[in-house]
């Protein structure tokens, strides 16, 4: 694992615990009355308890769509999953690379990665996973998220690689260990068990065991999938693709733990750690693109891909065409002579 560190990134620093629950932080008055629901339903009809418990976890949010919205030219891609059409997009020619949101998001969070990739000499396939943008279903999971990204590369061509955030990553860790085949690989943002996520659920809605373990066995005879396997972990039985982990260390959603825990456990992983974007705006940030791009492409580059006369980051550099301490942080990451980024697998 080679970690490469913005000013107060070190791993480690943050040591929250990601929340995700399918409910507004600000909606008290609802909470309690789910509550007061499940306290009842619990004890007088624990089957029909774990039966809403699993729909209400299952079901993402429907967000309007980005104001940014996806970029010109982007061809409609007729794909399907077992809930429904699924809404895809295809820019460039060339090597296929997917993107992938994470739980409650949509494609075009992940819009600044696809001209870059295309320059870069790739197609750019990404979707909007089931029960999510513009795809059909209710309900949503990892293992239907990384089914939908099976049935898509089975109609765009085998992948060269993935850039996946928070659940996302997880869904392309399912679909590694499936046998979907991968380069080169981009996590940003990604929880190392979401599992995480169902005792922050059980906790806020006052879950009790024996409701919460009818809800796991329910939700698992559904998706065929066993809880158990939802680890974002390197496949067991072929070498690992080589993995660039981005996390934010002011990430509120995923901590910035997992993110280092991801890439010691992975092989030959490199952790690029930002801070001060959190969980959604470190996919909008040009010099992560620029990087993830770079990373993707295997490029020996002598200089960083953000050294130009003008500093992504909004700082005045300290002299006229100097860089900021984060762009030559990040030339040292790619500087060849240094930490060289090898060439794609044969």
């Known amino acids: ?79 399907g999953a077992p809930s429904g059409p699924l809404a895809v997009w295809s820019w460039g020619h060339g090597p296929a690379v997917y993107l992938l949101h994470g739980w409650g998001g949509r494609a075009e969070q992940l819009a600044g990665f696809v001209g870059p990739l295309v320059n ?30 099976v049935s898509v590369a089975e109609r765009c061509g085998a992948p060269h690689g993935f850039v996946a955030h928070s659940l996302g990553a997880a869904a392309v860790a399912i679909a590694l260990r499936n046998g979907v085949p991968a380069r080169r690989l981009v996590f940003i943002g990604a929880p190392l068990q979401p599992l995480a996520w169902v005792d922050a659920f059980a906790r806020r809605l006052g879950l009790e065991a024996a409701v919460l373990d009818r809800m796991r066995k329910l939700s698992e005879r559904r998706l065929a999938f066993d809880w158990d396997d939802l680890v974002v972990a390197p496949p067991p039985a072929v070498p690992a693709p080589p993995l660039l982990v981005v996390h934010d260390r002011d990430d509120r959603e995923v901590a ?53 006369a003008a500093c992504v980051h909004e700082r005045t550099p300290p002299e006229a065409g100097d860089r900021c301490e984060d762009c030559t942080l990040e030339a040292d990451l790619f500087a060849p002579e240094r930490r060289r980024l090898g060439a794609c697998p044969a």
């Open 120 to 149: 870069a000499g790739f197609r750019v396939v990404a979707l909007d996973a089931p029960g999510h943008g513009r795809s059909a279903g209710r309900l949503s999971s990892a293992p239907e998220f990384a089914r939908a990204l």
């Open 256 to 308: 910035s733990d997992d993110g280092a825990a991801i890439a010691a456990t992975w092989p030959g992983a490199r952790l690029y750690t930002t801070t001060g974007l959190g969980h959604h705006r470190v996919l909008r940030d040009p010099a992560v693109v620029a990087v993830a791009a770079a990373f993707l492409s295997g490029e020996r580059m002598e200089t960083s891909p953000l050294g130009q």
């Open 1 to 79: 694992m080679t970690d490469t560190r913005l000013p107060g990134g070190a791993p480690g620093a943050n040591n929250r615990t990601y929340v995700r629950t399918n409910l507004g932080r600000r909606d008290q008055f609802l909470v309690g009355l789910l509550r007061a629901a499940f306290a009842v339903g619990q004890v007088a009809a624990p089957a029909l308890a774990a039966r809403a418990a699993e729909q209400l976890f299952f079901r993402p949010p429907r967000r309007r769509p980005s104001r940014v919205g996806l970029p010109a030219g982007g061809r409609r891609v007729p794909a």
